[in-house]
T-cell receptor, first 112, second 113 residues
Framework: KAGVTQTPRYLIKTRGQQVTLSCSPI?????VSWYQQTPGQGLQFLFE???????NKGNFPGRFSGRQFSNSRSEMNVSTLELGDSALYLC???????????FGSGTRLTVV | ELKVEQNPLFLSMQEGKNYTIYCNYS?????LYWYRQDPGKSLESLFV?????AVKQEGRLMASLDTKARLSTLHITAAVHDLSATYFCAVAPEASGTYKYIFGTGTRLKVLA
């Protein structure tokens, strides 16, 4: 059974640019969430999508956005990148809160 | 605002010893999750605890949940080097819907041979 797939694995961008990260959940999982992990702030919730609808959103500026497609695949976009956006971005999918999330390998974004 | 605190933040222990990691949270919740993260890797699900008094065991790890005390523990029995990793607990607040997790700070465990 394929796991959660995130692309790309590594990304280097310049301040002011924008970036799009992609996530393919486990087949049959309708909930997809995104988390940002940094050494200083730890793991922080970005947003959660279920059947193409954003159900929850974390405390991040509007530069961070996401969407989910009808096949449950999800993308997140960060516009006007700042140095502080450098982080590991993790996508997770789930079929039920009783099973918890399965996380992808993450996309490591470096902003220079 | 929900806070999830883990202690200790760092733990260095000898192989064969027992120890407990604590996870305290500040709001009502009946769902708590434990994850493991190896350096440079993603999060691996360890346990899903869904009710007060829940206890789960896998190998040398045992997790429990006390929703009244808002406390979960991850007990390590006879530690081995392979358990070296960072362990996170995550809480799903009741008011947030079903899938928003608030993670603890993590406990970095190092098992010395």
């Amino acid at each position: 059974k394929a796991g959660v797939t995130q692309t790309p694995r590594y990304l280097i961008k310049t301040r002011g640019q924008q970036v799009t990260l992609s996530c393919s959940p486990i087949s049959g999982h309708r909930s997809v969430s995104w988390y940002q992990q940094t050494p200083g702030q730890g793991l922080q919730f970005l947003f959660e999508y279920f059947s193409e609808t954003q159900r929850n959103k974390g405390n991040f500026p509007g530069r961070f956005s996401g969407r989910q497609f009808s096949n449950s695949r999800s993308e997140m976009n960060v516009s006007t990148l700042e140095l502080g956006d450098s982080a590991l971005y993790l996508c997770a999918s789930s079929s039920s809160p009783y099973y918890g999330y399965t996380f992808g390998s993450g996309t490591r974004l470096t902003v220079v | 605002e929900l806070k999830v605190e883990q202690n200790p933040l760092f733990l260095s222990m000898q192989e064969g010893k027992n120890y407990t990691i604590y996870c305290n949270y500040s709001t009502t919740s009946d769902r708590l999750y434990w994850y493991r993260q190896d350096p440079g890797k993603s999060l691996e699900s360890l346990f899903v605890l869904l009710s007060n008094g829940a206890v789960k065991q896998e190998g040398r790890l045992m997790a429990s949940l006390d929703t009244k005390a808002r406390l979960s523990t991850l007990h390590i029995t006879a530690a081995v080097h392979d358990l070296s990793a960072t362990y996170f607990c995550a809480v799903a607040p009741e008011a947030s819907g079903t899938y928003k997790y608030i993670f603890g700070t993590g406990t970095r465990l190092k098992v010395l041979a």
